[in-house]
């Protein structure tokens, strides 16, 4: 099973809500990460987790915050964002210890309003 | 620094061709890992194949077939007999890795559109 699950698929959010979304994996991969993809551009690192701790924060503004419950679950926590935030997010995780492959969910597509 | 170009921003050819995508990675690093990722217009990124530095035979999956050279530094990727269902934004990555995980270099992209 190479799936790598995230939820919701749409969200459409006001500049003062706070939403989180959800990424999960049954893999046992030890790495996972999030990524924030503009139309018509590669996806961009936002964070990256390795056994369950933050090893990356690309400066991501504050208004974005990660979070990994455990190795199957990742969480991205969203506040008072912006509109130019509306894009699609995408999770990932990789087995490390010498296989390095992302595999990546099918994103989430977030609209500020 | 790492970089990844993909000179080819869209390519459109007719269903049966063959097409090549290209792509030329710059790294200072010995060991290294190249990846093509396919983006179908549904939005999923997925992975198509792994090179690590150390091993520089191609490989051919399929329709799909793949040719490493360190010597030009380019990992290139060709589609024989394209399919309608090939069309699709496809990425070439480069990877400086670590012990447990790695960091993506993503090229800008190329869109291929297979045409009936």
């Known amino acids: 099973d190479t799936e790598v699950t995230q939820t919701p698929k749409h969200l459409v959010m006001g500049m003062t809500n706070k939403k989180s979304l959800k990424c999960e994996q049954h893999?046992?991969?030890?790495?996972m990460y999030w990524y924030k993809q503009k139309a018509k551009k590669p996806p961009e690192l936002m964070f990256v987790?390795?056994?369950?701790?933050?090893?990356i924060n690309e400066s991501v503004p504050s208004r974005f915050s990660p979070e990994c419950p455990n190795s199957s679950l990742l969480n991205l926590h969203l506040h008072a964002l912006q509109p130019e935030d509306s894009a699609l997010y995408l999770c990932?995780?990789?087995?490390?210890?010498?296989?390095?492959?992302?595999?990546f969910g099918p994103g989430t597509r977030l609209t500020v309003t | 620094a790492q970089k990844v170009t993909q000179a080819q921003t869209e390519i459109s050819v007719v269903e049966k061709e063959d097409v090549t995508l290209d792509c030329v990675y710059e790294?200072?690093?010995?060991?290294?890992?190249l990846f093509w990722y396919k983006q179908p217009p549904s939005g999923e990124l997925v992975f198509l194949i792994r090179?690590?530095?150390?091993?520089?035979q191609n490989e051919i999956s399929g329709r799909y077939s793949w040719n490493f050279q360190k010597s030009t530094s380019s990992f290139n990727f060709t589609i024989t007999a394209s399919q309608v269902v090939d069309s699709a934004v496809y990425f070439c990555?480069?990877?400086?890795?670590?012990?447990?995980?790695?960091?993506?270099?993503f090229g800008s992209g190329t869109r291929l559109s297979i045409r009936p």
């Open positions: 090179r690590n530095s150390f091993d520089e």
């Open positions: 990932a995780s990789s087995p490390g210890q010498g296989e390095y492959e992302q595999y």
């Open positions: 990555a480069l990877s400086e890795a670590w012990s447990s995980a790695s960091k993506i270099i």
């Open positions: 790294t200072r690093d010995t060991t290294y890992y």
């Open positions: 987790y390795s056994y369950e701790k933050l090893s």
């Open positions: 893999m046992g991969h030890r790495a």
